[in-house]
């Protein structure tokens, strides 16, 4: 990593987690949610509390991408900042290739999930419209309604990046709980505190939930070339 994405370090994380409030200016944010919004429908995957879009498509069975340009407007301005600072350097494509496009509305979230191998170990999610908070556990320890303990809550901002990698991205769960408020918000528990935008914002202890969406940057280690599309569908 460089050492301008040094200083974004979340400290009280395990190595490594990095949080930088001002990723993408308002204009560019408008721009995203603009492309976003207007995709043709069948773009959208309807699960049973959210939607999602898959660029450049879904991987196989067999954990397989088959080899697609991400279209323009998520490349610039995201990805050449992602060189800049050094994110996805050392991944095998040196570059993302693979993005989730998630909805979240008030009282919308996800169980404490992982992303597997299927991905080289870093994330990158760009966040847009609204502030969300996501939730880490420790892997093998269930879900957080089977009594879990929550160990770390990190404040998403809109325009933000949050990049996790190595044992954040080996050894946690992450979710989002499904609320209409955010609460219990402040330095002791907020774990990127001091890295926020809008602290005073938050000062009161809680915000309420509006429409977020999150754009999750990933590099898929196995990538087919179109002739061999049939042979990965299969999942052989």
């Not at 509305?105 to 969300?132: C, F, K, R």
């Not at 089977?146 to 901002?157: I, K, Y």
Request: proline content about 7%.
């Amino acid at each position: 990593m460089s050492a301008d994405l040094e200083t974004a370090r979340v400290k009280s994380l395990p190595d490594d987690a990095f949080y930088v409030a001002d990723f993408i200016t308002e204009e560019e944010e408008e721009l995203l949610l603009q492309k976003i919004t207007t995709a043709p429908l069948p773009r959208w995957t309807h699960l049973s509390h959210r939607r999602l879009q898959t660029w450049p498509s879904a991987l196989s069975n067999a954990n397989t991408l088959i080899s697609s340009p991400l279209p323009p407007w998520l490349v610039s301005p995201v990805i050449p900042r992602f060189e800049s600072l050094g994110v996805f350097a050392d991944a095998p494509h040196r570059a993302p290739n693979h993005v989730l496009v998630n909805e979240y509305h008030p009282g919308q979230g996800i169980l404490p999930h992982e992303d597997g191998p299927a991905y080289h170990p870093m994330v990158a999610t760009v966040s847009l419209g609204a502030p969300i908070v996501l939730d880490l556990y420790q892997k093998g320890q269930g879900r957080d309604d089977e009594g879990c303990r929550l160990l770390h809550r990190v404040l998403q901002e809109r325009r933000s990046l949050l990049v996790t990698t190595k044992k954040i991205y080996t050894d946690y769960l992450h979710g989002i709980a499904e609320t209409t408020k955010d609460e219990e918000l402040g330095p002791d528990s907020i774990c990127n505190w001091d890295l926020l935008r809008e602290q005073d914002r938050y000062r009161c202890g809680w915000v309420e939930r509006e429409t977020r969406i999150s754009l999750t940057y990933r590099d898929v280690l196995k990538v087919a070339k179109v002739g061999s599309t049939m042979k990965f569908l299969s999942g052989r």
